[in-house]
């Protein structure tokens, strides 16, 4: 009875193959930091998701009897400088720091892993070129080119990911070449190649797979980095525009009051931003030992 | 050395260029333009064209970039709308600010963050170690503003030991030591904000070397603890911080930014955002470019420390 050689080869290859991405899964969910992360993410995901579904009061409400009131039964976390409900607030602001945030950092990863990929497996001129323009990319203040761009075209939230995005992306492509550039030399490339694949073939079925545990890594970095940078470029009174609450735009304003002891108007959305970009490190520590272990 | 450090300044030429170009494309996609930004709610279609006649701004772009460049080489930013004073002149009055309190902070930050981190790596997973990770990973995510606010909150309302803002009391001038008490809490701010990530950096570098057999044989030699440590393992481990250091310069700025609005202090950061707020593009890509321009000679100049450090390096 006839065997087909490649299914025997196939057969073989699977035999054989290193158990590396469940492996990897198995020792990121068995750090304690990984549940913390997961744990702390979730519990900030439902407080902002579902928090409007269980307390409803209107985060744009005014109420000019009842300003900066501390907390009470009918308003839990009190009222700020409008009378507004400060507790539905913090809940709608977090939507929008999540929403933001997390699209913003994957359009980033797009850009950057692209880039990577490209000037990694391209190599020669075409690379070194692309690594000079990250170099001098790199010098930009990007603070101070994020406040120019927000004057300059009033974002969107959508806006604001696309801006967030392009500005945001410079540190990934090094990551993800340097991993390329040692891949692309093994065995299973070459084999790709000599069977006629593509370079777009090889990216996307032999090389974006195996930098996924970086490719992991840099997104939770560059979800907090967003969701930082929302923060502060509200904070610093731009950003998106009121009255839409925000967390930036919370601290912000509440900074006119810290000599009233308004301690509620104070500390719930800088604690948030803490819980959730501490959480997101958590979850990306885990990852980074889990990764590291593999290789 | 002196080819190495031409070669080097050589090759800032063409970033130093290229930040000039993304400037001068910015200033250019703004919605409306210079004319439209300049003239505001004034704006008719016939005043555009009479100040995009006076600008310049009707001739062919590669003209336009060829005359603002010619400009830039001779240290002419152009022009600010709000300050009526070239731009040069402006940044020069708030950015020696900003540069005292960076400059200080990144000093004892790199001081700190190194005697952290090498003590951290050498009792790795003792409690010494454990106490300063979990420091530096909340003080890793934490927002700088959220920070600014702490401190304000804490060493200025509560324990009113440092005031909360300015650069000195207008009313009781106070010499040098009212300078330095303004200067403490922004520059603290700056400091912890860096001292995190410089941290974590130091001690998986130094966790790195303790393994080398340079530290190995200078054990078998004989030397002390203390010596191994500080002498051998902690100066190969400076290689990576030096490098940071070049890195981090607009994330520094960028930090400052933040600090001197929240201590309403008057450097580039706060002339930046209020410019931003008069829609000053003038000022606000000056100070870009102004950034930039440093960070290139900051990463030009970890370049040449690395030698000094680094006896290995020879710039032949």
Known sequence: MAVQPSAIIMADDTSTMPKGPSRGVRIFFRNPMAWIGLGGLLLIVAFSFLGPVFYHVNPLATNVKNLMSPPTAKHLLGTDDLGRDYLSRMMWGGQLSLIVGFSAAIASMIIGVSY?????????????????????????????????????????????????????????????????????????????RAFGARNLHIMMKELLPNVLGTVMVATTFQIAGAILTI????????????????????????????????????????LALLWTVLSINFVSEALRGAVDSRM | MLVFTLR????????????????????????????????????????????????????????????????????????????????????????????????????????????????QGYYQGRWFDHVITTLTFFLWSMPVFWLGILVVMIFSINLGWFPSGGITNPEFPGGFASYVSHATLPILVLMLSTLASWARFMRSSIMDAMVQDYVRTARSKGLSE???????????????????????????????????????????????????????????????????????????????LYGLVDPRITYS
């Open chain 2, 226 to 304: 203390f010596m191994v440590l500080f002498k051998h393992a902690l100066r190969n481990s400076l290689l990576p911080i030096i490098t940071l250091f070049g890195l981090s310069i607009p994330t520094l700025f960028g930090g400052a930014l933040v600090v001197e609005l929240i201590f309403n202090y008057p450097g580039i950061g706060l002339l930046t955002w209020n410019a931003a707020f008069q829609r000053d593009y003038p000022i606000i890509l000056g100070t870009v470019m102004m950034v930039g321009v440093l960070t290139v000679a900051g990463n030009l100049l970890a370049d040449l």
């Open chain 1, 116 to 192: 990577g990929l490209i000037s990694g497996l391209l190599g020669g001129w075409i690379d070194v070129l692309m690594m000079r323009a990250i170099d001098v990319l790199l010098s930009i203040p990007t603070l101070f080119l994020l406040l120019f761009l927000d004057v300059a075209f009033q974002p969107s939230p959508l806006v604001l990911v696309i801006i967030l995005a392009l500005t945001s992306w410079i540190g990934v492509p090094r990551l993800v070449r340097s991993e390329v550039l040692s891949i692309k030399q093994r065995d299973y490339v070459e084999a790709s």
């Open chain 2, 8 to 119: 080097r300044l050589l090759q800032a030429i063409p970033s130093l260029i290229f930040i000039a170009i993304i400037s001068f494309i910015l200033l250019h996609i703004v919605p409306g333009g210079p004319a439209q930004s300049l003239l505001g709610q004034h704006s008719t279609p016939a005043r555009i064209a009479a100040i995009d006649r006076s600008l310049g701004l009707n001739k062919p772009l590669p003209v336009q970039f060829g005359i603002w460049f010619w400009h830039l080489l001779h240290g002419n930013f152009g022009y600010s709308y709000s300050y009526s004073q070239p731009v040069m002149h402006v940044i020069m009055i708030y950015l020696p600010h900003t540069l005292e309190i960076v400059t200080v902070a990144v000093i004892l930050a790199h001081i700190l963050s190194v005697f952290m981190g090498t003590v």
């Open chain 1, 231 to 270: 923060a502060t470029l509200s904070f610093l009174g731009l950003g998106l525009p009121p009255p839409e609450p925000n967390w930036g735009t919370m601290l912000s304003n509440s900074m006119s009051y810290m000599y009233d002891n308004s301690w509620w108007l104070i500390y719930p959305p800088g």
